[in-house]
């Protein structure tokens, strides 16, 4: 078996990694083979989508799935064949496994007229209730894990869109690093149960370090 990148995956198969790459970069249209250089193409093409998904959705836009999957193409298109299209393998991380991947479509579907129906446009006044809506819907697109890779950023690109309908400025994800990830991926576990609210203290921290850092 190759070496385990981020995720564990079951039905791996040998060309879902890029030859010559030693198991540590997925088979991508341009052939890159190293892990770092792979890193600096997906942050530069991070940064440009950024803007334009800045200027693509205002601050009445009732975000959908096509709305999903057009960002995870608009980043990731060029350098994987599956770039904004759903996974077809099972994937996990340390030992947890996210939704199946013949369910990812429907749950996708119910995400559309659960959550972002119901919490976009975010247009809530109150600070605690933005943080509210940022964390059930980061918790429940990141417990689908609906793309091969990438899930982790497009959601916290989805947190940074409803924030900015909020009339909050972008966030500052910095909370999240180091020792934090633990406390996250816990967060995003107990959302199996359907409680939301270990994430909900750690965007509001998200929230109050961004403001901080803007002197608010």
Known sequence: MKKADRYDTSNL???QYEPGSSGSV???LLGITSKEKMERV???R???LMDEATARFDNDHRFTAGDILWLHKCWLGGIFSWAGIYRTVNI???GFMFAAATHVPGLMRQFENDQLARLTPCRFERTEDV???LAEVHVELILIHPFREGNGRVARLLMVLMALQAGLPPLDFSELQGAKREEYFAAVQAGMDRDYQPMERIVNRVIERTLSACGQ
């Open 13 to 15: 198969i040998e060309d």
């Open 26 to 28: 997925l088979r991508n």
């Open 42 to 44: 997906e942050e530069a």
């Open 46 to 48: 991070f940064e440009r």
């Open 92 to 94: 996990g991380k340390g």
């Open 131 to 133: 943080a509210a809506a």
